[in-house]
């Protein structure tokens, strides 16, 4: 079975841009959630979907933005881009069964300049 | 408080040592508990599963919880080089399915 891919891999952009980042879960995976990194913070919960839906959002700025597709792909969506911003993006899909196993990509790394 | 306390080190071990790693937990609606091992430039991988009651042994590495103290740790035995990476603690949310992670602790496995 693929694991979870993450597109693309490395990403710069500039102050006050916007960036999408992708994400594919595991073939039959419902919950993609996703996670920022920084070696200050650690790992940072954003939000996660389940079925196409929202069911839970960390405590980010309203910037940060995510939706889920019926084939459970997810995307994220950063506005109006700011340096503290930087950061390894992970994505994680779940089975949406029960179990609370995760399964990570290998992350996005966005650094804005 | 985070619901999830790491030290975040970084701990360095030589070849061979037993390795400690730990983490505090403020309440958990959940019986078990998850450790991820995450090498640099790459995604956190699950290592192991702890229940709250006794202890989960897996080859070198060994998961415990103390749920008077609201404790986690994971033991390595013979730690190799190859062990040197971060190790995050996480344990199921009260709803949902994203985990609370610690910060993580690096390890650095010395030859």
């Known amino acids: 079975k693929a694991g979870v891919t993450q597109t693309p891999r490395y990403l710069i952009k500039t102050r006050g841009q916007q960036v999408t980042l992708s994400c594919s879960p595991i073939?039959?995976?419902?919950?993609v959630s996703w996670y920022q990194q920084t070696p200050g913070q650690g790992l940072q919960f954003l939000f996660e979907?389940?079925?196409?839906?929202?069911?839970n959002k960390g405590n980010f700025p309203g910037r940060f933005s995510g939706r889920q597709f019926s084939n459970s792909r997810s995307e994220m969506n950063v506005s109006t881009l700011e340096l503290g911003d930087s950061a390894l993006y992970l994505c994680?899909?779940?089975?949406?069964?029960?179990?609370?196993?995760?399964?990570f990509g290998p992350g996005t790394r966005l650094t804005v300049t | 408080q985070k619901e999830v306390e790491q030290d975040p080190g970084p701990l360095s071990v030589p070849e061979g040592a037993i390795v400690s790693l730990n983490c505090t937990y403020s309440n958990s609606a959940f019986q078990y508990f998850m450790w991820y091992r995450q090498y640099s430039r790459k995604g956190p991988e699950l290592l192991m599963y702890t229940y709250s009651s006794g202890n989960k042994e897996d080859g070198r590495f060994t998961a415990q919880v103390d749920k008077s103290s609201k404790y986690i740790s994971l033991f390595i035995r013979d730690s190799q080089p190859s062990d040197s990476a971060t190790y995050l603690c996480a344990k199921p949310p009260n709803s949902g399915y994203a985990l609370n992670f610690g910060k993580g602790t690096s390890l650095l496995v010395t030859p």
């Open positions: 979907y389940f079925s196409e839906t929202q069911r």
């Open positions: 994680a899909s779940n089975s949406g069964t029960g179990v609370h196993e995760q399964y």
């Open positions: 073939s039959g995976h419902r919950s």
